[in-house]
């Protein structure tokens, strides 16, 4: 696989979606998220969702120029509504406004509806982790998976994330699907040709399956833990969905087709200052104390290492950042496309 810049690769990126209508802050920070995503080896949610996004302005189901509007100020929280923008976009500025509500009361959430995909969520809880806080961030989506034990597409795939901010130790970042693995994993696999594990999705028996377009277009992810997983996702949809006024369960349509048909995401974000607890640098020593009593674990047989939430994506970040991207031929191809469709110079270094 052809190995690029993170830096060539933003450029090429928010020039797509500048030529595509997109103001040029807005391209800038969604170019950012989804190379953060390549960065820490979360391709499911990097590069590889560019042809998509185009696709989704070309045929109106992505506003690239929303009227973002407040809904409601208050000092702890606040309710946005998206306008079909980029979910990217309106989930960094909905951080940024927890972030700093939180500064002044303590704590503060704010909710979004009506947004599109919002890429990496483990992004935004380290907004909030990089300022000293402790970020949480939730979204919903397209009802892809049935309740535990049923049979009727109900939730999707609903994402939590998790950061807090350490001392000396990088932040504990949990960022996870609260199904086995997130849908664009699938599509992913299926973009590259290539099987999946039997543990990640049924096919439309109820069977595990390999193939990663039967699970997609028939079958089911499943979720993480059994009912454990779907208790989790059904936490997310009723903060998410719920909370927002945004569409929720049953509401949502269902997407099979990335960038083909609707992607609708309601989002609940929550921000934490550990100042109003305690000095935040004692917080953070406090965190650091736990990372290391995590990591004098004794091993396992078998084992290696033992690693803390984010550890490993930490480490990848830094490998890539030194030594470029990985890029699946499929996806060099896309964004070859893509630049050629837009008018953007094709430069990848």
Not at 127 to 145: D, F, Q, S, T, V
Not at 239 to 260: E, I, N, P, Q, Y
Not at 302 to 316: D, H, L, S, T, W
Request: aromatic share 6%.
């Amino acid at each position: 696989m052809p190995r690029v810049g993170p830096e060539s690769l933003r450029a090429l990126i928010a020039g797509v979606f500048a030529a595509m209508g997109a103001p040029g802050d807005d391209a800038d920070t969604v170019a950012e998220v989804l190379v953060e995503a390549d960065l820490r080896g979360v391709e499911s949610h990097g590069s590889t969702r560019v042809a998509g996004y185009v696709s989704m302005i070309r045929l109106g189901l992505l506003n690239p120029t929303p009227k973002v509007e407040i809904l409601r100020d208050l000092p702890s929280i606040a309710m946005l509504e998206g306008d079909r923008a980029f979910g990217i976009v309106v989930a960094k500025r909905a951080m940024r406004m927890a972030m700093d509500k939180a500064g002044r009361a303590g704590i503060a959430c704010v909710t979004v509806r009506n947004v599109t995909h919002t890429g990496m969520i483990g992004f935004y809880p380290m907004m909030a982790a990089r300022g000293g806080l402790i970020g949480l961030a939730m979204n919903n989506g397209p009802k892809i998976l049935p309740p535990f034990g049923g049979r009727t597409p109900t939730l999707a795939t609903n994402p939590f994330a998790a950061a807090f901010p350490a001392d000396r130790e990088d932040p504990i970042v949990l960022d996870m699907a609260t199904s086995v693995v997130a849908g664009g994993k699938l599509r992913l696999a299926a973009k590259k040709g290539v099987p999946i594990p039997l543990e990640w999705a049924l096919d439309r028996h109820g069977v595990p399956t390999t193939d990663p377009e039967e699970a997609i277009f028939h079958g089911f992810l499943q979720w993480a833990g059994g009912y454990k997983g779907f208790g989790i996702a059904t936490v997310v949809e009723a903060l998410s969905g719920v909370l927002s006024g945004g569409l929720f369960g049953t509401d949502v349509s269902a997407m099979k087709a990335f960038g083909r048909e609707p992607l609708v995401t309601s989002a609940f974000y929550l921000a934490i200052d550990p100042e109003h607890f305690m000095p935040r640098q004692e917080f953070r020593q406090r965190i650091d104390r736990l990372v290391r009593q995590i990591k004098a674990s004794e091993r396992a047989a078998g084992v290696e290492a033992v690693f803390v939430a984010g550890e490993i994506e930490f480490r990848r970040r830094a490998e890539r950042a030194r030594d470029g991207i990985p890029l699946s031929d499929v996806v060099y191809e896309e964004l070859r496309t893509v630049a050629r469709e837009t008018g953007v110079e094709f430069h990848l270094a």
